[in-house]
């Protein structure tokens, strides 16, 4: 529930007006902090395109002293992940003040947090995305909702139709040994269908932008034998 909290508001006034270069751990925990319910105002065009090509909502400081439509990031955050927007704050010409791409709004609907879900965080340093090399000493299934909800499932999914021309997504997760991420998540994306491998890599990497924050994501060979194990995304 939105709870559009000014003095949040006026908190991040403070917090933009340090300069880039001086802001630290403190300053992040504490914008982080605030974002969520700051009371803050949109643009006549809400939703931009970044250079990165995909879609964000804008977010930008009030007004002074005139009336504005309040919206925060709690009070659009179903809007934007039913949707598969990022959040951009205070775009600028030398950049915006922080963007959220669509994995870090996932993470804060699902878990409650912007650092993705616990079980994946304390597994790794950081997103793991790459091809699986064996098939063996591997469990596999179907996610839980918990881990891919159904409005993120349908997001996902239309992602992959639009851009990786993937007529019938399907994914399942991967149980791994050490040193692998425990647990992967497998769409059906193979490298041998791609042109080249650098088209492939642009392909997961722009999935890893869907993604919450060190969900590991692997993609398996056409001639993988899981290859059976896939189930509808949606």
């Known amino acids: 529930m939105?709870?559009?909290?000014?003095?949040?508001?006026?908190?991040?006034?403070?917090?933009?007006?340090?300069?880039?270069?001086?802001?630290d751990h403190a300053w992040r925990a504490a914008f982080l902090d605030a974002i969520v319910d700051a009371s803050l105002a949109s643009t006549p065009q809400q939703v931009i395109q970044g250079p990165d090509g995909f879609p964000y909502f804008v977010l930008q400081s009030p007004p002074v002293a005139q009336e504005f439509t309040p919206y925060c990031v709690s009070h659009i955050l179903e809007h934007c992940t039913d949707?598969?927007?990022?959040?951009?704050?205070?775009?600028?010409?030398?950049?915006?003040?922080?963007v959220f791409n669509y994995g870090e709004l996932f993470s804060l609907r699902a878990y409650g947090e912007f650092g993705g879900e616990p079980v994946d965080r304390d597994a790794a340093k950081g997103p793991a995305i790459d091809v699986?090399?064996?098939?063996?000493?591997?469990?596999?299934?179907?996610?839980?909702?918990?881990?891919?909800?159904?409005?993120?499932?349908?997001?996902?999914?239309?992602?992959?139709?639009?851009?990786?021309h993937v007529a019938a997504p399907a994914v399942f997760v991967m149980m791994q040994p050490p040193p692998a991420p425990p647990r992967s998540l497998v769409f059906n994306l193979h490298?041998?269908?791609?042109?080249?491998?650098a088209a492939f890599a642009a392909t997961m990497n722009a999935l890893s932008w869907y993604m919450p924050p060190h969900r590991s994501v692997v993609a398996l060979s056409q001639e993988s034998s899981l290859k059976d194990a896939f189930v509808p995304l949606v």
Do not use: C, Y
């Open 83 to 98: 949707r598969g927007f990022g959040i951009v704050v205070e775009p600028r010409p030398e950049g915006p003040q922080w």
């Open 132 to 164: 699986a090399k064996s098939d063996t000493q591997i469990l596999v299934g179907a996610p839980s909702e918990h881990m891919l909800p159904l409005w993120a499932r349908r997001v996902v999914a239309a992602f992959l139709t639009r851009s990786a």
């Open 191 to 197: 490298p041998e269908a791609f042109p080249s491998h």
């Open 2 to 23: 939105a709870n559009f909290d000014l003095a949040k508001t006026d908190l991040l006034t403070r917090l933009f007006a340090q300069p880039r270069a001086t802001r």
